[in-house]
């Protein structure tokens, strides 16, 4: 008996060593990423005003896209496949991710918006914040539970702190990996990271956009009804934008086998129409026309804009993230839906920000609490509403290929006995 009871305190101090040991490297995830997401938002800023500025650089576009195809042609083939590549290591670690993941991206992603891309930054962060903690992993020597656990961290760490909601990021880490199953055993580095990086972000002088969705109504049934009819919306527009991109970048590696001349056919096309067309709305972040769906109606083509816009960068093979043109898309898309449903433009604006990103990445919980975090408590259940439909109305493609299906959202019925 005495040495069971020894055995079993071994076990225990075991058990809080790795855990102690997890959350050491989580706390430093949180330190790099964070650190890493300043630096990149800050150069956004930079790259949005000089752009705006000096409105000629958009005809720089075709070179930019070309230079950077080039670059990772040459020097970054392995790591081309982005968010992906992170994502197919968590479910069968085989090597360690390259740490040039990070500057590449980083300065991939701010040549595109230099230039007038329409790409988002989600993807540029969470690149970095898994490549900085994949370095660790190897330092440390860790095990393929344990670097799993860790790399999860660095995209919750990411995430977090290039939008300012840890909560969502941390569970989007969980939830993105596989469609209806959610690897909790890394919820605790996850929340850590994600909490400890947008607290690192802010130390450095970052400042978030603040959307103002006005005060929440009361629930009713007409409201409730209007949340799962724009969420079925939401969802189908979700999936067009990620089945569009992937055609469309199926359709140009079919067609053009040298990488570096798809960013440079892309670019022209989007150049010349936005120069010619004066529709610099639909490029860049586009946070001012989101601001704008929050304040007043707006033109009902503006999510479309967004969308083919979007499509076209992505498709062609400019880097970038999805997530931000997503909100984009939903904001703008709720802001037209809304005097249809009879529901305050404002609440709907946000709830198509959080829904449409709920369908094409198909992170339903995620996107609720990042509901909550960007407009108040009081927006939760409507936000839940819409989310879920929205995931359960997107089908089981979505924005991130290596993201597998553990359940399936419908399944066939069974057939009688």
Not at 13 to 27: E, M
Not at 39 to 58: G, M, P, V
Not at 81 to 90: H, K, P, Q
Request: proline share 5%; hydrophobic share 55%; aromatic share 10%.
């Amino acid at each position: 008996m005495p040495h069971l009871e020894q055995s079993s305190k071994l076990d225990l101090l075991r058990y809080v060593a790795k855990w102690v040991a997890l959350a050491t490297l989580a706390t430093l995830v949180a330190a790099l990423a964070g650190s890493a997401s300043a630096l990149f938002l800050f150069s956004l800023d930079w790259a949005t005003q000089t752009r705006e500025a000096n409105r000629w650089l958009i005809g720089g576009l075709p070179v930019a896209g070309f230079c950077v195809g080039w670059l990772y042609l040459k020097f970054g083939q392995h790591i081309d496949a982005g968010n992906n590549l992170l994502m197919d290591e968590i479910h069968d670690p085989k090597k360690v991710v390259p740490l040039r993941m990070a500057p590449f991206v980083l300065g991939g992603t701010v040549i595109s918006h230099l230039f007038g891309a329409s790409v988002g930054r989600e993807g540029t962060a969470v690149q970095m914040g898994g490549a900085l903690a994949d370095q660790l992993t190897h330092f440390f020597k860790l095990n393929h539970v344990d670097r799993r656990m860790v790399l999860m961290a660095g995209i919750s760490a990411g995430f977090a702190s290039v939008f300012g909601t840890p909560l969502a990021g941390a569970v989007f880490a969980l939830e993105v990996l596989a469609i209806g199953r959610m690897r909790l055993d890394a919820l605790l580095p996850c929340l850590l990271a994600a909490v400890l990086a947008d607290q690192v972000g802010l130390l450095w002088g970052v400042q978030h956009t603040h959307y103002l969705a006005g005060a929440m109504p009361s629930i009713t049934a007409w409201l409730l009804a209007a949340m799962l009819v724009a969420g079925a919306v939401f969802g189908l527009t979700g999936k067009l934008f990620a089945d569009g991109t992937h055609a469309l970048s199926g359709v140009m590696k079919k067609h053009i086998a040298y990488a570096p001349l798809r960013p440079l056919l892309g670019g022209a096309v989007i150049a010349a129409v936005v120069m010619w067309g004066s529709f610099d709305r639909y490029i860049g972040l586009g946070i001012p026309v989101m601001v704008e769906a929050f304040a007043h109606p707006l033109a009902p083509t503006d999510f479309l804009g967004k969308m083919v816009f979007t499509i076209a960068s992505l498709g062609s093979g400019f880097k970038g993230g999805e997530v931000t043109p997503l909100f984009y898309i939903g904001a703008t898309l709720g802001n037209v839906l809304a005097p249809l449903l009879d529901v305050p433009f404002e609440l709907l604006a946000a709830i198509g920000f959080v829904a449409v990103f709920a369908g094409a990445a198909n992170t339903p919980i995620a996107s609720t609490l990042m509901a909550v975090e960007l407009f108040g408590a009081e927006i939760g259940v409507f936000a839940a509403l819409a989310c879920v439909m929205s995931y359960v109305c997107s089908g089981h493609s979505g924005i991130y290929r290596a993201q597998r299906v553990a359940h399936r959202k419908t399944e066939a019925p069974s057939p009688p006995s």
